[in-house]
């Protein structure tokens, strides 16, 4: 029973993570010079996430 719970809620907050993960890896649009341009914080950000989710995702397989 609490095995299920924990896989589930680990599944869900995987899904957050990815979320977050694709929302910061996009560029960031520049009005005043009308092109997009990459974001370095977002992308370190969002780096962070993925390794985040890997470890998440590694020991959710551990687990079960």
Do not use: C
Not at 2 to 15: K, S
Not at 23 to 42: C, E, L, R
Request: glycine share 8%; hydrophobic share 55%; charged share 10%.
């Amino acid at each position: 029973m609490i095995e299920g719970i924990t896989f589930i809620i680990g599944v869900f907050i995987l899904g957050f993570l990815f979320l977050v993960q694709n929302a910061f890896s996009k560029p960031i649009y520049n009005k005043m010079h009308n092109v997009w341009d990459d974001d370095p914080q977002g992308r370190k950000i969002a780096n962070i996430t993925t390794i985040i989710m890997l470890l998440i995702a590694f020991f959710l397989g551990t687990m079960f």
